[in-house]
């Protein structure tokens, strides 16, 4: 392992700043967006397969169309680490769609990296996971066909 040194300006990440949003996401909910502000900076980089945006009320608007197109969203931190003044996530989201097989539960594997600012802020949060495995190939259009292109590139 490289040590690097450690930038000027910004707090080291604590595991109680590390615990009290692993506990805020793991509790979350449509009426706790609003409390998104005390663990995240106003100015925060946020990206996922799906969206890439820079502002507190951005993140909390895609978290809001989530409790709009999922049934019963809930997020499992598996594993964390932490160094300086970042942190990695392990997680694991349940969810079923409101729209297509409501009955059907899922679940997708992930890892998150977040940076903190100088108050212990989220400031970038950079969500990894595979949207191929883990949600087209489940789907009944698409689902054969990145299946076949799958086995095709193997």
Not at 12 to 20: E, G, K, M, Q
Not at 42 to 60: G, H, M, S, W
Not at 71 to 77: G, I, L, Q, S
């Amino acid at each position: 392992m490289v040590f690097l040194p450690r930038s000027q300006g910004h707090r080291l990440v604590s595991h109680a700043t590390i615990d009290a949003l692993v506990a805020y996401y793991e509790k979350l909910d449509r009426e706790s967006l609003g409390e998104m502000g005390r663990y995240y900076a106003a100015e925060c980089y946020f990206k996922d397969p799906f969206n890439e945006v820079r502002t507190l009320p951005e993140i909390q608007a895609i978290f809001e169309r989530m409790y709009r197109h999922l049934a019963d969203p809930r997020f499992r931190v598996t594993e964390r680490i932490e160094e300086g003044k970042s942190g990695v996530l392990v997680w694991d989201f349940d969810f079923r769609m409101r729209a297509w097989q409501p009955a059907t539960a899922r679940r997708i594997h992930g890892v998150t990296l977040l940076k903190f600012d100088a108050a212990g802020k989220v400031n970038y949060h950079r969500d990894y996971w595979d949207a191929a495995e883990e949600l087209y190939e489940k789907l009944p259009l698409i689902g054969p066909l990145m299946r076949g292109l799958r086995r095709y590139v193997r």
